[in-house]
């Protein structure tokens, strides 16, 4: 009888999604960790008054954004919360979003394109060189994907997801995408920056840009600044 108990006990442990899950391997890319500053996890603007006023920018101020507010937006993103789990819920625990910012006018860190690495809540320096305005091109001549003083863009490794649930798996990557990007427009609310999701752009030109590797796959473009005044 014990045999059938045994049986019962693995499948439940399957079925639970996240309990036992390896948690997504890190692509391999070069560049020393830059470390961000230790996010807020308590802020003056309540979530109601940040749903309330979220609109989407696509005109920006010319100022700088700190490395505080790029350590927060980025947190926001795809932080990790507790243990390994993350700001935006993902089925299975499997986090197959990447996150990538252009930067192009930061205090405290150049002009470059840089991966964000969760788990060290740091960035990884990809290429160097301020390419906003190539990113801009790349979303059909769109001025705002390349306007903000950062642009922060999710792209997924679907076979991360994939891998347990087959072809439904893409459906899930896209819900996180939109959770995560929630995040990132909330988040900017509560700093007084603006963003806009950019979801019109040509794939090949972005992954391009941006250094992608062949695993990835673009998803969304978000410049991030001052909103006008």
Not at 193 to 216: C, H, N, P, S, Y
């Amino acid at each position: 009888m014990k045999k059938p108990v045994f049986l019962i006990s693995i499948g439940i442990v399957l079925l639970s999604g996240c309990a036992l899950i390896s948690p997504p391997s890190a692509l391999a890319e070069p560049g020393d960790l830059i470390e961000l500053p230790q996010p807020r996890w308590r802020g003056d603007v309540s979530v109601e008054q940040a749903l309330k006023s979220r609109r989407s920018i696509r005109s920006f101020q010319p100022r700088p954004l700190s490395l505080d507010e790029v350590s927060q937006l980025l947190w926001a993103a795809q932080g990790i919360t507790s243990g390994r789990f993350r700001t935006a819920p993902s089925a299975g625990a499997l986090y197959p979003l990447e996150v990538r910012i252009a930067v192009g006018n930061v205090e405290g860190l150049e002009a470059g394109v840089y991966r964000y690495d969760p788990a060290a809540h740091g960035l990884r320096e990809v290429l160097k060189g301020d390419v906003r305005k190539s990113l801009s091109r790349a979303a059909y001549w769109q001025k705002w994907a390349g306007a903000g003083a950062i642009a922060l863009v999710f792209s997924a490794v679907y076979e991360r997801t994939t891998g347990k649930y087959g072809e439904r798996g893409i459906r899930y990557v896209h819900m996180e995408a939109g959770h995560a990007a929630q995040n990132v427009y909330l988040q900017a609310q509560a700093l007084g920056l603006g963003t806009v999701i950019v979801g019109a752009f040509m794939d090949g030109w972005v992954k391009r840009v941006l250094r992608m590797q062949d695993e990835e796959q673009p998803l969304t473009i978000m410049p991030v600044s001052e909103p006008p005044s």
